[in-house]
């Protein structure tokens, strides 16, 4: 498992913490780190522990698609799956993603919708009413044009798949999981599974970011994935 981490002590802990409680033991979790804050502080914290397999990096530059990439080189498992420091896992949600690659010997990625936690006001009414109805058109309309909507902190991908591909466009600095997801349909399926929830915070669009984060992505989403078709 891969994790990019730029200066989350706030929620990196929760994160951790939900990888603990999973029903299936034996995978690692890679954290790379690009923090001026306490974020590496607890992450020693749970290395001591010793109930997760953790291993820390360090990535001076910043960066998303940097920071995912040199997780994702790190890792040593023949499946990788993807994580964000601000996300909270089920405790099947690993057991869930070994299901969905058992089904199909065809399939090199799976992906997952995620429902947003800690929404204050306008967020929380966005969120819950129009963010669901949003991704559903737009997954649909990805599917039209034969692209799979993947989000970076709700994935996996078969290791082989991702090396022959290239890993991700490091030069991005957003939807660098998406980019990844287009060329990954040249090596197999790429199965959503409506049951692989994971949970983000809703940080980012609480205040004026209900109005920000929808504009942004919708601009990035054309030129990064849209206009590159």
Not at 135 to 160: C, P, T, Y
Not at 171 to 186: G, H, I, V, Y
Request: hydrophobic content about 40%; some cysteine.
């Amino acid at each position: 498992m891969a994790i990019p981490a730029y200066n989350e002590e706030e929620y990196i802990g929760a994160c951790l913490e939900s990888l603990e409680k999973q029903s299936c033991p034996n995978f690692e979790v890679v954290v790379c780190l690009t923090c001026t804050d306490r974020t590496e502080e607890i992450v020693a914290g749970f290395a001591r522990r010793g109930i997760l397999d953790l291993k820390v990096i360090h990535e001076p530059k910043k960066g998303i698609a940097l920071a995912r990439q040199r997780a994702f080189e790190h890792t040593s498992g023949e499946i990788i799956a993807s994580a964000d420091a601000d996300t909270e896992y089920p405790p099947w949600w690993i057991e869930r993603i070994r299901e969905d690659f058992m089904t199909n010997p065809q399939i090199v990625a799976v992906c997952g919708p995620v429902r947003h936690r800690e929404a204050k006001g306008l967020a929380r009414l966005y969120l819950s009413q129009f963010y669901p109805l949003i991704d559903a058109l737009a997954r649909e309309a990805s599917e039209r044009l034969g692209l799979v909507n993947v989000i970076g902190s709700n994935f996996a991908v078969k290791r082989k798949a991702f090396e022959r591909v290239g890993g991700f466009d490091t030069s991005l600095s957003a939807f660098e999981d998406n980019e990844l997801a287009k060329r990954l349909k040249s090596e197999g399926e790429i199965l959503y599974d409506p049951i692989m929830v994971a949970y983000p915070s809703a940080r980012r669009y609480n205040g004026l970011g209900v109005f920000r984060v929808p504009l942004w992505n919708i601009k990035n989403y054309i030129e990064v994935v849209l206009l590159s078709i």
